[in-house]
């Protein structure tokens, strides 16, 4: 149900800009591509993949709201990270990457960091 939710909102999105006349950027025409090729099902068995191989999940009963979560954040963070390895034609974010030693440093995950909380396995 989430990624149906996803897919809507990409579609009224679509529509929104479509109405206005004005060009949407790649970005968004490759996000709502994504959602429109029936992936959805992949994505979710991704996701759930992902939940059931984490440690606490086992630990006590997620309700519907914390699989839900956790499923979606699991997506999109996978989906945001991989915008890192597309060529910028056919990335779904208009984030930038740079940096002093390499050009490999996502800019708002730099200033997001202050905000974030973060575990390295």
């Known amino acids: 149900q989430a990624f149906a939710e996803l897919c809507q909102q990409c579609l009224d999105e679509e529509e929104l800009y479509a109405r206005s006349g004005i ?3 790649r970005q968004k025409r490759n ?3 994504l959602y429109r090729r029936r992936r959805r099902q992949a994505f979710s ?3 759930l993949n992902f939940v059931k191989q984490h440690p606490e999940s086992r630990l006590r009963l997620l ?3 914390q699989l839900r979560f956790l499923m979606l954040l699991q997506h999109l963070v996978s ?3 991989s915008d890192f390895f597309r060529q910028e034609e056919d990335r ?3 984030d930038i990457f740079e940096g002093v030693l390499t050009a490999a440093v996502n800019s708002q995950l730099v200033k997001d960091a ?3 909380e973060w575990t390295v396995e």
């Open 45 to 47: 068995d991704a996701a």
């Open 63 to 65: 309700s519907s709201e």
């Open 31 to 33: 996000r709502w591509a």
């Open 23 to 25: 060009q949407p950027p």
């Open 79 to 81: 989906e945001d990270t």
């Open 114 to 116: 202050h905000r974030s």
């Open 92 to 94: 779904k974010h208009a």
